[in-house]
């Protein structure tokens, strides 16, 4: 049965705690590091075109943007106001704004993860099955993809509308998202169906990224050996590039792991028996800090670092060879005095 807190909140018309200094500075870093990312982009390009895995990445952080619009700023009115989702859905007995921000998180959680999924496929096509890569998958693959994910990830959050799950408001009185306590069968599907989903992905793109790392280590082997570089076979479009492959593949890695944090609570939380009411907001403000998280990866990672870092794992590789062979010299050349 749902707890009798988890009840009060869902119908309480004021904010029961808390202050809008956090969601503020949430809102704040959301919006500058979403910006400054897009702006990055842009820069990268110059006169280029976009290559497929830009036009993902680009897809993602303008994701975040939005869904950073869409939630926290009604979440800083509602403490302002003191007043919760549903007190400022004022005699609306749809409980619009709360429907709203029940959508906003749910849709944007799917949509996020989506992208990320795709991002980690394009990859994976990419250094695994580079023939195919170069003749079927194009930039018109990446925009076909994300229309499809935001046509299939609307249809499913829009179904809590015509009764298949709900939308419910949850403690202080600032978050509304699925229902996760209820015994009703169609809510108790429609969240586990949303937890498994979330899951699916999520291992999805962890066996995507750990097939491209055995690859790039595979390829860092043959160059290592041949000491040239590896290139794509006769007639590709592109030379492959390691250094390039290996930031593509840091810069995903770190967003997935930023993904994995921020929803696993949730996915376990929802799929758990016993609900908890301090966990409801855990899981959706930490659900809720990806979007804020996602451009500041993608800024630190830009080029300049993860370059930076690969160049100085090569010095160190060369100079730890170097000194090794100085070392056996000088020790033959003593052993001979």
Excluded at 191 to 219: D, E, R, W
């Amino acid at each position: 049965m749902p707890n009798l807190s988890m009840e009060k909140c869902r119908n309480v018309s004021t904010v029961l705690s808390g202050t809008p200094t956090t969601s503020a500075i949430m809102f704040s870093a959301g919006v500058l590091g979403n910006v400054v990312a897009l702006v990055l982009l842009k820069i990268r390009r110059k006169n280029q075109s976009a290559s497929l895995f830009q036009v993902l990445v680009t897809a993602l952080i303008i994701t975040d943007l939005v869904g950073t619009f869409s939630v926290s700023p009604l979440v800083i009115t509602a403490y302002s106001r003191n007043q919760s989702m549903i007190g400022l859905s004022g005699n609306d007995s749809n409980n619009t704004i709360c429907s709203h921000f029940g959508f906003a998180m749910t849709f944007f959680s799917l949509v996020t993860l989506a992208l990320l999924l795709s991002m980690a496929l394009e990859r994976w096509f990419s250094i695994g099955l580079p023939y195919f890569y170069e003749r079927h998958i194009n930039t018109r693959c990446g925009y076909v993809a994300i229309i499809l994910i935001y046509l299939v990830c609307t249809l499913f959050c829009v179904t809590p509308f015509f009764g298949f799950g709900r939308y419910v408001q949850y403690c202080p009185g600032t978050w509304c998202f699925i229902d996760m306590n209820s015994d009703e069968l169609g809510h108790k599907v429609y969240k586990n169906i949303y937890a498994s989903c979330l899951l699916a992905m999520i291992v999805c793109t962890v066996l995507c990224n750990a097939s491209v790392i055995y690859h790039l280590l595979l390829m860092y082997r043959r160059r290592k050996a041949n000491r040239s570089s590896f290139r794509r076979p006769k007639g590709s479009k592109r030379s492959l590039s390691l250094t390039k492959e290996v930031e593509h593949l840091v810069l995903l890695g770190f967003m997935t792991i930023a993904f994995l944090i921020c929803s696993l609570p949730l996915v376990f939380y929802l799929r758990a028996d016993t609900k908890y009411p301090a966990m409801d907001l855990t899981a959706l403000l930490l659900l809720s800090m990806n979007p804020i998280i996602d451009p500041w990866v993608f800024i630190i990672l830009s080029p300049p670092v993860p370059r930076l870092l690969w160049g100085m794992i090569v010095i160190t590789t060369l100079n730890s060879s170097t000194s090794e062979r100085l070392n056996s010299v000088n020790m033959s050349i003593y052993s001979k005095k």
